[in-house]
């Protein structure tokens, strides 16, 4: 499983970033597609999932409503759309891939660090 993410960058608060995250080595639609965060000296952080066709999207509270998640099966690609971005968003962003059912990631890639601050 080979995954790589990117569309991070700096921004302001209140501004917006679309993550891309490329999979390669696998059968991308057997896997749901996940998006996580970590922050400098925290822990990683779940914050979004989408199912193998693209449907049932769930959130993380502390993201819900401002962060979308979404998929292109003939690109084998997964998206998160983050609005309406935070200061404390600032982090490195991966995705990871889980077969449905698992309670572990299969792959994940190296992130994209995401930095918000005026």
């Known amino acids: 499983i080979h995954l790589v993410e990117s569309g991070g960058g700096s921004v302001q608060p209140g501004e917006s970033l679309k993550l891309s995250c490329a999979a390669t080595g696998f059968t991308f639609t057997n896997y749901n597609m996940n998006w996580a965060r970590q922050a400098p000296g925290k822990g990683p952080e779940w914050l979004s999932a989408i199912n193998t066709e693209g449907r049932n999207p769930v959130y993380a509270a502390l993201v819900k409503g401002r962060f979308t998640i979404s998929r292109d099966n003939t690109k084998n690609t997964t998206y998160l759309q983050m609005n309406d971005l935070k200061p404390e968003d600032s982090a490195l962003y991966y995705c990871?891939?889980?077969?449905?059912?698992?309670?572990?990631?299969?792959?994940r890639g190296q992130g994209t660090q995401v930095t918000v601050s005026s």
């Open positions: 990871a891939a889980k077969l449905p059912g698992s309670r572990i990631y299969a792959g």
